[in-house]
């Protein structure tokens, strides 16, 4: 067995132990396995959704999903330049990187505050680009993790574009062979591949709210959503927890006059 197969066999080993243990499920389970077989503390998966555009698909826990969600919300930091640039970025003291102005509206958005490393490692097949994986670990990758990192990330990549409404992509034989018959075979058989794509519970909850506020506005989705990141980053608070606060109607929009959105009803 070659190091690629025995890191996709552990990958696989790791999706199976996720499945049946009650962790997230879809891309939250993918970064879970990320956890379980790379040398990381937290993984978390962003999709790009077009010119400016992410979501955060899916984290290993909460925190990875919040410096996710800030990542989106920015359109900065090591996961989008790692999509644009189509090769890993290795930031081992992320503090410091914001501290010496990489990455400055990452870096109001509280970012800084984080301690220790990101990982971002770009999900792409040719010329299909997917999004990013982002590891979060205390110290830098060794040799054997950063190779460990690249064969996870193609494989969460295969396994993606396998999950996408026809028309799929073309993928190459190799990597049908090597990636999708074998999960399809080691996961539970009725955890369906096209839940990859099922959001997280906390993207779901920002397209619910930025539905909400944009009828509270009288206004389109873009200034919407513009509006919630904004109140988000400037009171220093998760987008997802704002997102929840406006679900819930603990928070309300109003018209474009300047002021802050109200209390909702209690």
């Given at each position: 067995?070659?190091?690629?197969?025995?890191?996709?066999?552990?990958?696989?080993?790791?999706?199976?132990?996720a499945a049946g243990s009650g962790s997230p499920r879809g891309a939250g389970l993918l970064s879970v396995?990320?956890?379980q077989v790379l040398p990381v503390t937290r993984a978390a998966i962003m999709i790009w959704t077009g010119p400016g555009g992410w979501e955060m698909l899916g984290a290993s826990d909460s925190e990875a999903a919040d410096y996710a969600q800030l990542e989106a919300a920015t359109g900065e930091g090591p996961g989008?330049?790692?999509?644009?640039?189509?090769?890993p970025v290795l930031v081992p003291d992320v503090a410091a990187a914001?501290?010496?102005?990489?990455?400055?509206?990452?870096?109001?958005?509280g970012f800084a505050h984080k301690d220790g490393g990101v990982f971002a490692?770009?999900?792409?097949?040719?010329?299909?680009?997917?999004?990013?994986?982002?590891?979060?670990?205390?110290?830098?990758?060794?040799?054997?993790g950063f190779a460990a990192a690249v064969q996870v990330a193609e494989l969460?990549?295969?396994?993606?574009?396998?999950?996408?409404?026809?028309?799929?992509?073309?993928?190459?034989?190799?990597?049908?062979?090597?990636?999708?018959?074998?999960?399809?075979?080691?996961?539970?058989?009725?955890?369906?591949?096209?839940s990859w794509w099922e959001p997280a519970q906390s993207t779901r909850e920002i397209h619910q709210a930025t539905g909400m506020i944009a009828a509270q506005l009288g206004t389109d989705i873009t200034t919407a959503y513009?509006?919630?990141?904004?109140?988000a980053l400037a009171a220093s608070l998760p987008i997802a927890q704002v997102s929840a606060d406006v679900v819930a109607h603990r928070v309300l929009f109003r018209p474009d006059?300047?002021?802050?959105?109200?209390?909702?009803p209690s």
């Open positions: 067995m070659t190091g690629a197969e025995e890191v996709g066999a552990r990958f696989v080993a790791a999706l199976a132990r396995a990320c956890v989008p330049q790692a999509h644009r640039h189509q090769a914001l501290g010496a102005g990489r990455w400055p509206l990452l870096a109001a958005a490692f770009p999900l792409q097949l040719g010329a299909i680009r997917v999004g990013t994986l982002d590891l979060y670990a205390d110290t830098m990758l060794d040799k054997a969460i990549t295969t396994l993606l574009l396998s999950a996408t409404p026809d028309p799929r992509p073309e993928l190459p034989e190799q990597h049908r062979a090597d990636a999708i018959d074998v999960f399809t075979h080691a996961i539970n058989d009725s955890y369906r591949l096209g513009a509006r919630l990141v904004g109140f006059d300047g002021s802050e959105p109200d209390p909702g």
